[in-house]
Structures are given as structure tokens and as C-alpha cells.
């Protein structure tokens, strides 16, 4: 079964626990089934593009391989079941993700599990292997440096339902018995045709580039309230 490609009006939200920060921000993402990824009219294509270089890593290889093959080092074989990706595409060939989700399915159609890959803004990315339980929850220890203002340690509790009509997601994270920090994006899906995509892009032309100058416009506000700056080690993909 291939899914349409989607597209999905988000509100994202961030709020820190210590000391109280909260933001909210529109923009929109699109859901992709990795075994059929959009094809756009000529014209629109700068403005929408799914490259393996931007997720999970190797430029020679479609996003799919790229999965397949670092899911096979964590022991798991999809056996071709299917996969739907819900990301920002590159605009004008540049493109931001902090976070990437996939979701992933057995031949027959039962879930797997779902990758999240996470990048920070010094080029660095991460993956995490989730086993949803019943209710789409799943929970993973903090391995990977995002933040210079939050440490490397802790425990994300998430929920991950499989975006259908609505995406309604949930990530937060637990540290030292407090909850530090609670992000959520909830949309509304449309579909993905060049008439919707034209009204984003005027709505919210340039959003990549909107999202990495909008994350170091926090980062500077956490840096004037004196939020304690944490040093980084230099990680590796994973």
C-alpha cells in the first residue's frame, strides 16, 4: 500500500521548565511514503527536495537505502515494508531538520518501529531506534548534544501516532527527576498538490532557512537571561 504525500499546517511549541521559556511557531512539513516521494511539476521542484545526503547521511543513495542500511546495523529487516517520512524538504537547496521522523511497517503492514533523527546546528546528527508501545509511546535515554543549554543526559518520553488526519506529537524530556523541557507539533493534514504547496511557500516562503534562523534567535534569548552555556563534545553520527 503506497501512501499519498501529505502535507501538514504545524504548530510547534517549546517549553522549558528552568527558567520558563515557551515559544510557538507555524510551518508546515510534508509526510512521504519513502517508496514513492513526490513528483512536482518542473518549476516547483527548487522549492521541494528529498535527498539522501539530508537524511541519514550518504548523497549516493536514496533515503530509503540510507535507512534500510542503518537499520540492519540495529538488527532490524523491513523486508520492503513500508516507510512514511514526516520532514521539511529543501528549499532552494538548503534544508534544516531538528527533527526527522520515520515511520516504519512490516510487509504486512503492522508497525515496526520509528527512527528519529535529530540534527543540531553544528552539523551533527543522531538516530534513535523507538519501539512504540500500544498507545505510540516509547521512551529513549539522551545520547546526542542538541542544545547548548540543556545537558546530555536524561530521558525522552514520547508519543508517536501515526500521522493520519492530524499529527499530534508529542517529545519530553526528564532530567534529574523534573521535566526540563516539552515539545509538541500538531497539524492538520492537506493534500499534497502544487496548488497547496504554492500557498505554503507564499505563506511561508524560505522555512528551512526561517527554522535555522529562528533557532539561534532562542538560543541568543537563553544567552541573555544568563542560562548557563553547556561546553560540547565533539560527537559522532550515529
Same mark, same amino acid.
Request: proline share 8%.
Given at each position: 500500500?503506497?501512501?499519498?504525500?501529505?502535507?501538514y499546517?504545524?504548530e510547534?511549541?517549546?517549553?522549558?521548565?528552568?527558567?520558563?521559556y515557551?515559544?510557538?511557531?507555524r510551518m508546515?512539513?510534508?509526510?512521504?511514503?519513502?517508496d514513492?516521494?513526490?513528483?512536482?511539476?518542473w518549476?516547483?521542484r527548487?522549492?521541494a527536495?528529498?535527498?539522501?545526503?539530508?537524511?541519514?547521511?550518504?548523497?549516493?543513495?536514496?533515503?530509503?537505502?540510507?535507512?534500510?542500511?542503518w537499520?540492519?546495523?540495529? &538488527?532490524?529487516?523491513l523486508q520492503?515494508g513500508?516507510?512514511l517520512?514526516?520532514?521539511?524538504?529543501?528549499?532552494?537547496?538548503?534544508?534544516?531538520?531538528p527533527?526527522?521522523?520515520?515511520?516504519?511497517h512490516?510487509?504486512? &503492514?503492522?508497525?515496526?518501529?520509528?527512527?528519529?533523527e535529530?540534527?543540531?546546528?553544528?552539523?551533527?546528527?543522531?538516530?534513535y531506534?523507538?519501539?512504540?508501545?500500544?498507545?505510540?509511546?516509547?521512551?529513549?535515554?539522551?545520547?546526542?548534544y542538541v542544545s547548548?543549554?540543556l545537558?546530555?543526559?536524561?530521558?525522552?518520553?514520547m508519543?508517536?501516532?501515526?500521522?493520519g488526519?492530524?499529527l499530534?506529537?508529542?517529545?519530553?524530556?526528564?532530567?534529574? &527527576?523534573?521535566?526540563?523541557?516539552v515539545?509538541?507539533?500538531?497539524g492538520?493534514?492537506?493534500p499534497?498538490?502544487? &496548488?497547496?504547496?504554492?500557498?505554503?511557500?507564499?505563506?511561508?516562503?524560505?522555512m528551512?532557512?526561517?527554522?535555522?534562523?529562528?533557532?539561534?534567535?532562542?538560543?541568543i534569548?537563553?544567552w541573555?537571561?544568563?542560562?548557563?552555556?553547556?561546553?560540547?563534545v565533539?560527537?559522532g553520527?550515529r
Open positions: 500500500m503506497v501512501t499519498d504525500p501529505a502535507l499546517d504545524v510547534v511549541t517549546h517549553a522549558r521548565r528552568k527558567p520558563r515557551r515559544f510557538m511557531h508546515y512539513l510534508w509526510l512521504v511514503d519513502l514513492a516521494l513526490p513528483v512536482l511539476p518549476w516547483l527548487p522549492f527536495r528529498f535527498r539522501g545526503r539530508d537524511h541519514l547521511g550518504d548523497a549516493d543513495r536514496s533515503i530509503r537505502e540510507n535507512l534500510d542500511a537499520l540492519a546495523t540495529q &538488527g532490524v529487516d520492503g513500508r516507510v517520512m514526516l520532514t521539511q524538504a529543501a528549499v532552494l537547496g538548503y534544508v534544516f531538520n527533527l526527522t521522523l520515520f515511520w516504519c512490516r510487509p504486512d &503492514g503492522t508497525p515496526d518501529c520509528v527512527v528519529a535529530v540534527h543540531n546546528t553544528y552539523r551533527g546528527r543522531h538516530r531506534l523507538l519501539r512504540p508501545d500500544a498507545d505510540s509511546r516509547a521512551a529513549a535515554d539522551k545520547e546526542f547548548p543549554f545537558p546530555v543526559h536524561g530521558r525522552y518520553r508519543r508517536l501516532p501515526t500521522p488526519d492530524r499530534d506529537v508529542t517529545i519530553a524530556l526528564h532530567q534529574e &527527576g523534573l521535566t526540563s523541557l515539545a509538541t507539533m500538531r492538520r493534514r492537506r499534497a498538490t502544487a &496548488g497547496v504547496l504554492v500557498r505554503r511557500l507564499l505563506a511561508r516562503p524560505l528551512p532557512q526561517r527554522v535555522s534562523l529562528l533557532i539561534r534567535h532562542h538560543g534569548a537563553l541573555w537571561r544568563r542560562v548557563p552555556i553547556i561546553p560540547r565533539q560527537e553520527s
